[in-house]
């Protein structure tokens, strides 16, 4: 790797310096005050000298046409179970732990709960629909180390939508109960996928031709999680609630979006508790509507205000140019230091830049979210599939101890064996792998291995 050390610390000197200012008719509490260090002329520039506006960390062209898929960022090649699979008859992609608002994997009176995407093989046969677009909320849970199925979270009549993808799920220990946050794609008032189609005609070059409506906003529904020898059920479901839509001027609306290989995102909220400023705020994946698309994938952000409700804020990081969708961000954080992970494709790179599939992210030296955000390894990408098999995960979600999970697509051999010719992909979760942190420089470090 190329690495300049002297680089990298150069520009955590300069984050140091940069924060967001906010626009005073949507004005946050103040900022965490900065590190002691940040500043040797003895002098401060007094807080009411401000002006409005905001600013947006940049995955740059330069940045990302530096990538390159060395050993400390490729993932080993992972092999499935032999004729086992997570759950017999269904397919599984995203997923998540149940986790507490700081983060931590939730233990529930020693079980372990995971959420995931999900859709049934019969039905993907016998209606003809791809798998995400039937997708389901399940859950499973552990004490063993044996997953056991928990069921349906909601059905896809149930949520908002006419079917509902990926977001995240937290506890409150001290309610117990348990708060799922999720995309609601289609009309939110759809009664099914057969009555959701577009009234209007789309492009055979758009990636969302044939499917029902893409349109996509970010929902959240409340219910109590009892506990038992038996295992772990949800109860009590409260209302179903949107909390976040597209405003068309920091965010693109579906109308205003351009055709492009990726699907239009306004989704994947990602509930977070920043400890700097003990504000709540949910990351989502959208486009940005003040920058040229199609590629114009952004990590947007929402902030929960004093009366409870949910504020949308302008984007953190924006990709001007360089890929149209950085899926399903999250930030953890490490001494003080925050790092924001998304997943992206392959074909969702804009035509000047290449990268391969893969998770990916950015560093905060001064751990502020809404300071400035610097690409690790100086180009983005953590962790690449191997080129031998460059689809064999997706979906990465990187953990406080950074274990980090994802799911199977087609792997070891599953494209050659005749009992897999009729299911389009492997569909279950993949081994944890782990990062190892250095400042701004991270890598995979090992892999769980079972045998």
Known sequence: MTTSRLALAAASATALALATAHH????????????AHADQSGMATPGIFRFPGHMASVWSQEAAGRIGQDAPVTLPLMIHERDAFFEDGIYVWDAWPVRTPDGAIAEIDGWVIKVGLSAEWQEVEDTGHEFFTLSTWRYWYTRDGEWRPGGIVFTREEGLGSRQWAGSTFYD???????????????????????????????????????????????????????????????????????????????????????????????????????????????????????????????????????????????????IGVNSQLERPHVIYRDGEAYLFFSTHDFTFGPDVQGPRGLYGFHSPSGRLTGR?????????????????????????????????????ETWGFALDPAYEEREFYGGPGPLFRLGFDGAIVTVTESDNAR
Do not use: C, K
């Open 24 to 35: 005073p008719a949507q004005a946050s509490p103040p900022l965490a005050e900065p590190m």
């Open 373 to 409: 955000w610097v690409p690790l390894n100086e180009h983005g990408l953590v962790a690449a599939n191997p080129r031998e098999a460059e689809g064999q995960t997706y979906s990465y979600l990187v953990l406080p101890d950074g274990h980090v999970m994802s799911y199977l697509n």
């Open 173 to 319: 220990p001290d309610t117990r109960q348990i708060t799922f946050y999720y995309t609601a794609v289609g009309r939110p008032d759809a009664p099914s996928l057969e009555e959701d189609m577009p009234d209007r005609r789309i492009s055979i070059h758009n990636e969302a031709a044939g499917r029902p409506l893409v349109e996509q906003r970010l929902a959240s529904v409340t219910a109590a999680v009892s506990a038992s020898e038996d295992g772990i059920a949800f109860s009590d479901f409260g209302e179903h609630r949107i909390i976040g839509e597209a405003d068309g001027f920091w965010y693109d609306t579906i109308e205003t979006y351009l055709a492009s290989d990726a699907v239009y995102g306004f989704r994947d909220p990602e509930f977070m508790l920043d400890p700097m400023t003990g504000r709540e705020h949910i990351l989502f994946t959208a486009n940005g509507a003040g920058v040229p698309g199609p590629y114009n994938g952004v990590v947007g952000l929402m902030t929960r205000t004093d009366d409870g409700q949910w504020r949308l804020d302008p984007p953190i990081i924006v990709s």
